[in-house]
């Protein structure tokens, strides 16, 4: 991808149980921001979280960010069948606000 | 208005015609953005426009020519693609202001070159 890797690739779950997705990126960042597609559909934001934050909540999700690590993870708790979907961090850059690139990706399977 | 409205939504070419991808927003974004995706891949960025005029070009092949007639509309020409060009092609705006630059994508084009 143009800035960093999403791991695992693919994570399939039961109804109810916490997925867990991580992010690395290479470049210093102004923000870290994660996205969700429905297969074949637009990005939708989820949540941002600023370089000198280090965790923030939004409903079911939490997020994490280590800058020295230049890393972020996204949990989704209680998961739903709902939240089937494939799942991106992106970086918006320290000096070009406007540059944004995207991990690459991992698709959650949420079984009912 | 919270909506990013691209069209067409499918479009299949072939490799001498010319065609354009439409996008619009009425939510007085300033920023717009066009990202090419393959399956199974990540969103990459082309192009941005930041107040009308072109920010950001990632070196996108000239078959790819950009255009904001306004603050309100992105274009994006295509003339001599590729069949390696077929892609979701998605357009993006955000708010303006320093800090608030989430995006907010259109549902997409998906493109066939023939």
């Known amino acids: 991808s143009q800035q960093g890797e999403e791991d695992p690739q693919a994570l399939s779950i039961q109804e109810g149980e916490n997925a867990t997705m991580n992010c690395s990126y290479k470049t210093s960042i102004n923000n870290l921001q994660w996205y969700r597609q429905n297969s074949g559909r637009g990005l939708v934001h989820l949540i941002l979280?600023?370089?000198?934050?280090r965790e923030k909540h939004s409903g079911r999700l939490r997020v994490t960010l280590d800058t020295s690590k230049k890393s972020s993870s996204l949990l989704i708790t209680a998961s739903r069948a709902a939240d089937t979907a494939s799942y991106f961090c992106?970086?918006?850059?320290?000096?070009?606000?406007?540059?944004?690139?995207f991990g690459s990706g991992t698709k959650l399977n949420v079984k009912p | 208005d919270t909506e990013v409205t691209q069209t067409p939504k499918h479009l299949v070419m072939g490799m001498t015609n010319k065609k354009s991808l439409k996008c619009e927003q009425h939510m007085g974004h300033r920023a717009m953005y066009w990202y090419k995706q393959k399956a199974k891949k990540p969103p990459e960025l082309m192009f941005v426009y930041s107040y009308e005029k072109l920010s950001i070009n990632e070196s996108v092949p000239s078959r790819f020519s950009p255009e904001c007639p306004n603050s309100s509309l992105l274009n994006l020409h295509l003339h001599a693609l590729q069949p390696e060009d077929s892609a979701l092609y998605l357009c993006a705006s955000s708010p303006p202001g320093r800090g608030n630059e989430k995006l907010f994508f259109g549902s997409g084009t998906q493109l066939s070159v023939l």
């Open positions: 992106a970086t918006g850059g320290l000096y070009n606000f406007n540059k944004f690139y």
């Open positions: 979280i600023r370089s000198n934050e």
